[in-house]
């Protein structure tokens, strides 16, 4: 039996404990994961969770009461007299010490109870056995809310900026008169992935990743943008085409006036026949200005960058056209300076009257000086003079 300071204490104690419980419930009964649930049409997995702990919720309050109830009972005990007497302190040990408490009362089916057994039966606790039950299943409630709390705020922080996002790049495609069929799709997606979010959170792992959604608005943003840059700077578009052709009509007359002088001065060149690039590209160029008018945005994107690529494409080509045809008449120079650079060579090393060398000279000299030049030959006798100076120089 508890004495009367032991049963002061213990009140004071359980006092304390049943006031921070209150709290608790309180704190419970208030969060936001409770709000959300409370009020939402849940379904699947949260569903059933919910379910679970909206029950386990109720029951809480209930062994709260029950709680409360048994310590002022005590309490009112302990105070009937100033000096309580064994019968007082022996009421009281038995509330605070031993299983008052009655749970999960059940009815006992008929078949399955004897003719003198108890047509109820039920669990039975001490108020310490009750406050961790309810530890527990506070603990499992509160995960529940917790887990959907932070499931519905996580969506809607990557929700909200995805939202923002798509309406900024609708009214993008609105004020170029177009329709996205990808931002539609998107639209789809965030509506179902919020209504996920406030009937069944937990699952919100099945849904599209907001990663995913977000690389695809930047994909529409960008193809937008390129329609919007060939809509408001068309002219700068066209510009800078004019001037690609305009460096394709230089380079394409720099190497027809080579190709005549090569076809002057060059035997046989084996160059193919010159073809002017320019007349498809400014004939597409022609057809872009009535795209623009007719706001047709996407094929006028389209031929812009088609005929920007195309025409640096065309002024490469021409570009290395006349770097081969200026290549071969480059060729016959760099034969002249090796020639004259070994016959300097053989000057000082004393052949400067040696016969064989000056018949080879006088040859390699004569094919590079003839117009048109033959370049296989020159090659050859330009060879033939340099192998038979270094001979010369063994031999020495």
């Known amino acids: ?59 809480l309050w209930e062994q709260f009461n029950t709680h409360r109830r048994l310590l002022e009972q005590a ?24 299983a008052v408490v009655e749970l999960n009362a059940q009815q006992v089916p008929i078949e399955q109870r004897g003719l003198t057994g108890p047509a109820i039966v039920s669990d039975r606790v001490t108020l310490t056995q009750l406050v961790e039950r309810m530890k527990a299943a506070y603990a499992s409630v509160a995960e529940v809310l917790a887990v959907a709390d932070t499931a519905w705020t996580t969506t809607v922080k990557q929700l909200d900026p995805l939202e923002t996002e798509l309406r900024s790049v609708a009214g993008v495609a609105a004020s170029l008169g177009v329709e996205d069929p ?52 068309f002219d700068d578009h066209t510009a800078r085409i004019e001037a690609l052709l305009a460096e394709i009509t230089i380079a394409q007359q720099q190497a027809q006036l080579a190709y005549a002088t090569v076809l002057e001065k060059i035997a046989s060149p084996g160059l193919p026949r010159l073809t002017d690039l320019l007349p498809p590209l400014r004939a597409r160029l022609t057809e872009l200005p009535e795209l623009w008018r007719a706001g047709q945005w ?37 034969l ?7 016959r300097a060579k053989a000057n000082r090393l004393g052949h400067a009257e040696d016969r064989e060398l000056s018949a080879l000279h006088r040859e390699a000299h004569t094919v590079l000086y003839t117009r048109p030049t033959d370049l296989a030959a020159a ?10 100076l270094q001979d010369k120089r063994s031999v020495s």
């Not at 002249?336 to 070994?342: I, K, N, Q, V």
């Open 182 to 233: 990808g931002l539609t799709r998107i639209d789809r997606e965030l509506s179902e992935i919020r209504s996920l979010a406030l009937s069944d959170p937990m699952a919100m792992g099945k849904v599209t990743p907001p990663e995913r959604i977000a690389d695809e608005l930047a994909d529409a943003r960008t193809r937008l943008a390129k329609l919007a840059s060939a809509k408001d700077s």
């Open 298 to 334: 996407r094929e006028l994107a389209g031929g812009l960058d088609d005929l920007e690529r195309d025409a640096t494409s065309a002024l490469a080509e021409a570009r290395t056209q006349l770097r081969l045809i200026t290549g071969l008449l480059d060729r016959r120079l760099e």
């Open 1 to 59: 039996m508890l004495s009367q300071e032991e049963a002061v204490h213990a009140l004071e104690r359980l006092g304390a404990e049943s006031d921070r419980m209150a709290d608790a419930l309180v704190a419970m009964d208030s969060h936001a994961g409770n709000q959300l649930l409370r009020n939402a049409t849940l379904t699947g997995l949260t569903k059933r969770r919910w379910d679970e702990a909206s029950a386990s919720m109720a029951v």
């Open 75 to 98: 309490n009112e005990v302990l105070s009937r007299k100033s000096r309580p007497g064994p019968a007082e302190l022996g009421e009281v040990t038995t509330l605070l010490t031993e």
């Open 379 to 388: 090659t050859r006798a330009v060879n033939r003079y340099q192998q038979a």
């Open 336 to 342: 002249r300076g090796r020639l004259d650079a070994y």
